[in-house]
């Protein structure tokens, strides 16, 4: 059972060992969200199913369970999405994205959510499945497998509401870390949201800086080094992850939980939710 990082000999392995196991394209371009299908149509692994961030993993309707631009469904709703798919409580889970693991890491911490351990990110994303020569398909998709039941079980991952972390800003138990760009951060520009800016208190470590050049996730022992860098003696069981509205942040977690620093907390509505609610503090530097 793969748990965090799969590689691309890994995910050949799996294809040839007759196990069952489901891939999970979700690229995406959060500019301009109408690519994602452009993009899963012209190139995506053998096999693979679409995870739509806006689509799938993602609702504005009456089941979602939090606010901000891209508000988690209900734990019944996903899994129900994931049953229409044929996906089982039995299968191994790879997701992957062609955007740094920008995207992927989201289905990933719902699927933990839900209760499912034996999901992992492909390490390097599409590119490095090009890269090998691993078989892929185009077009439309493939029709869906047989309907299944996908089985809630306890949640293996932790979310926290914006009323739960608003008192907590400024204690010691909590650390905030913001996974956005260091120019959005210290609220310099803000392309999305109507207030630039941070939570108060929140350390700063954008996404993209747990990979190596080539796309790949760092080493464990480098991104414990710059984790403890970042922390400076901050007990890791503290920290929430955010930033702009709870989908690019995960790298952040995947990275700490690479680094042997333990399972730490989401904020899923981040930035977005945080900015939008009325009497909240926001900084800037």
């Known amino acids: 059972m793969y748990t965090t990082l799969i590689s691309v000999q890994q995910l050949k392995d799996l294809q040839a060992s007759g196990q069952a196991f489901m891939v999970f394209d979700c690229s995406c371009d959060l500019m301009k969200p109408e690519m994602a299908d452009m993009m899963f149509a012209t190139v995506r692994i053998q096999g693979a199913r679409q995870a739509h961030l806006d689509r799938n993993l993602s609702t504005h309707g009456p089941t979602a369970v939090n606010g901000g631009r891209h508000p988690l469904p209900s734990r019944e709703t ?68 047989a309907s299944s039941k996908f089985a809630l079980k306890p949640a293996l991952r932790e979310w926290v509401s914006t009323a739960d972390l608003a008192p907590q800003v400024g204690h010691a138990n909590l650390t905030i870390i913001d996974a956005r760009g260091a120019a959005r951060y210290r609220g310099e520009m803000e392309p999305i949201d109507p207030v630039a800016g941070h939570i108060p208190g929140a350390l700063n470590r954008p996404f993209n800086e747990n990979l190596t050049a080539e796309g790949f996730f760092k080493s464990p022992q480098v991104l414990r080094a710059e984790f403890e860098t970042l922390l400076a003696g901050r007990d890791a069981s503290t920290v929430v992850h955010h930033c702009g509205s709870g989908v690019s942040t995960v790298p952040n977690i995947l990275a700490m939980e690479l680094a042997g620093l333990g399972v730490t ?12 609610t009325p009497g909240l503090p926001c900084a800037k530097s």
């Open 78 to 145: 996903f899994a129900a999405w994931l049953g229409s798919l044929g996906f089982t409580n039995e299968m191994q889970a790879v997701v992957y994205d062609r955007n740094g693991a920008n995207y992927c890491g989201r289905l990933w911490w719902m699927l933990k959510w839900l209760g499912h351990d034996a999901v992992a990110v492909l390490d390097g994303g599409l590119q490095a499945w090009q890269a090998a020569g691993g078989a892929v398909d185009s077009g439309a998709a493939l029709p869906a497998q």
């Open 265 to 276: 907390r989401l904020y899923p509505g981040s930035w977005s939710e945080w900015c939008n």
